[in-house]
Nanobody, 122 residues
Framework: QVQLVESGGGLVQAGGSLRLSCAASGSGFSSNAMGWYRQAPGKQRELVASISSRERTNYADSVEGRFTISRDNAKNTVYLQMNSLKAEDTGVYYC????????????????WGQGTQVTVSS
């Protein structure tokens, strides 16, 4: 059974930085794509960053140039470095394993971790 534990969120002023971590249990971490999702208040969960098994990265337009996703396969951990934070980055951040279909990523597992709250004050 895969477990995902996110951490590193908090309250930060606009323009500040945070680094999120996601520890994943289960075998095969290094051979799977991973992603960070964000759920803002009143909105659907959206994929903001992904990293393939070969460390190819993709970002949502809203975070491109400000967020950096990385992974440490030895620790089964994926990170999200968030710089130049804006009020609209506020939300609960989740990670998940990813599966791909027709060139798009989708969450591989229906169950999610508890997420980590990021609040950016303007």
């Amino acid at each position: 059974q895969v477990q995902l534990v996110e951490s590193g969120g908090g309250l930060v002023q606009a323009g500040g930085s945070l680094r999120l971590s996601c520890a994943a249990s289960g075998s095969g971490f290094s051979s799977n794509a991973m992603g960070w999702y964000r759920q803002a208040p009143g909105k659907q969960r959206e994929l903001v960053a992904s990293i393939s098994s070969r460390e190819r990265t993709n970002y949502a337009d809203s975070v491109e140039g400000r967020f950096t996703i990385s992974r440490d396969n030895a620790k089964n951990t994926v990170y999200l470095q968030m710089n130049s934070l804006k009020a609209e980055d506020t939300g609960v951040y989740y990670c998940n394993w990813l599966t791909s279909s027709w060139g798009r990523y989708y969450p591989a597992f229906a169950s999610w971790g508890q997420g980590t709250q990021v609040t950016v004050s303007s």
